[in-house]
């Protein structure tokens, strides 16, 4: 079992930034992936970025240039730098990990960018 704690969330102007931090605790000693999802006011779950034990990552094409992912040593935490965010960019984030074969979610933290 995997729990996962999300912080950092909060309301910015356009064009600021916020960071993003999750931390998982439970029996599981490796997390093969870890990383955010985002939902907005009527829209679906959507990948923001994932990053792999390894270091590999993937983002949205949405975010790419503008937000950072990362892990930190030890691997069970999960941090995702936002920067130059757009109103589009407002949405409830939740932090995402897989490891054995299961996935595990967040409560979502609020983020919302003002114009």
């Known amino acids: 079992q995997v729990q996962l704690v999300e912080s950092g969330g909060g309301l910015v102007q356009a064009g600021g930034s916020l960071e993003l931090s999750c931390a998982a605790s439970?029996?599981?000693?490796?997390?093969?992936?870890m990383g955010w999802f985002r939902q907005g006011p009527g829209k679906e779950r959507d990948l923001v970025a994932t990053?792999?034990?390894?270091?590999?990552?993937n983002y949205a094409d949405s975010v790419k240039g503008r937000f950072t992912v990362s892990r930190g040593n030890p691997k069970n935490t999960v941090y995702l730098q936002m920067n130059s965010l757009k109103p589009e960019d407002t949405a409830v984030y939740y932090c995402y990990a897989y490891a054995q074969w299961r996935s595990y979610w967040g409560q979502g933290t609020q983020v919302t960018v003002s114009s």
């Open positions: 990053i792999t034990y390894g270091g590999d990552t």
């Open positions: 439970g029996s599981i000693s490796v997390i093969n992936s």
